[in-house]
């Protein structure tokens, strides 16, 4: 069956610019998460995500990073004025639930010029 | 916050058994062992999951002693397509900033 899949594969943007990243999980997985993996580095945890509703956002760096699941399915990453230091790996995983294993997508990676 | 800690990298040849070790010297009661596996360009693969003493799956067997301070991830026989970064975490649950993926193993299967 079809794996995680995220969209786009590569952003290039611009300092202060605002982008958004997707991810259409494993269908039927309730649970989503959001990782940050920088070079040599292993992932980040951002948000996870339970149904529709954020479980645990300790994750997100600051104020600037936002994600949405509002039908409890796909799930968009927002990251406004984007800044050189944003620049990674980000990551999608979901799972049956909260606590099985997690499935990961490809990545998107970020590149702020 | 149960920090772990394993070898930056590691080579081996074709064949061979390949044994990571990770330290967990301050593993809660609750917490589970989990490993997962990265290629180049592709996120993070499920390995295994243990408590303690000793689980085995189609891919890999993981070692726990009995004090859990410690595991040992085992793949039998590798080839060079196993050559990826391994990550050893410790964690109540399989999610949030307490399960964390450090720098990871990275793993060098040489023919």
């Known amino acids: 069956g079809a794996g995680v899949s995220q969209t786009p594969s590569n952003k290039v943007t611009e300092k202060g610019k605002y982008v958004e990243l997707r991810c259409d999980p494993i269908?039927?997985?309730?649970?989503l998460y959001w990782y940050r993996q920088s070079l040599g580095q292993g992932p980040e945890f951002l948000i996870y995500?339970?149904?529709?509703?954020?479980?645990?956002d300790s994750g997100l760096p600051n104020d600037r990073f936002f994600a949405v699941r509002p039908e409890g399915s796909v799930s968009t990453l927002k990251i406004q004025r984007t800044e050189r230091g944003d620049s990674a790996v980000y990551l999608c995983?979901?799972?049956?639930?909260?606590?099985?294993?997690?499935?990961f997508g490809p990545g998107t990676r970020l590149t702020v010029l | 916050l149960a920090k772990t800690t394993q070898p930056i990298s590691m080579d081996s040849y074709e064949g061979q058994e390949v044994n990571i070790t990770c330290s967990h010297n301050n593993i809660a009661t609750n917490d589970y062992i989990t490993w997962y596996q990265q290629f180049p360009s592709q996120g993070p693969r499920f390995i295994i999951q243990g408590y303690k003493t000793k689980v085995t799956n189609e891919v890999a067997s993981l070692f726990i002693p009995a004090d859990r301070k410690s595991s040992t991830l085992s793949l039998p026989r590798v080839s060079l397509s196993d050559t990826a970064v391994y990550y050893c975490l410790v964690g109540e649950h399989n999610y949030g900033q307490n399960f964390v993926f450090g720098p990871g193993t990275r793993l060098s299967v040489l023919p």
């Open positions: 995500f339970q149904g529709t509703g954020a479980a645990d």
């Open positions: 995983a979901s799972s049956p639930g909260g606590d099985n294993e997690q499935f």
């Open positions: 269908s039927g997985h309730t649970a």
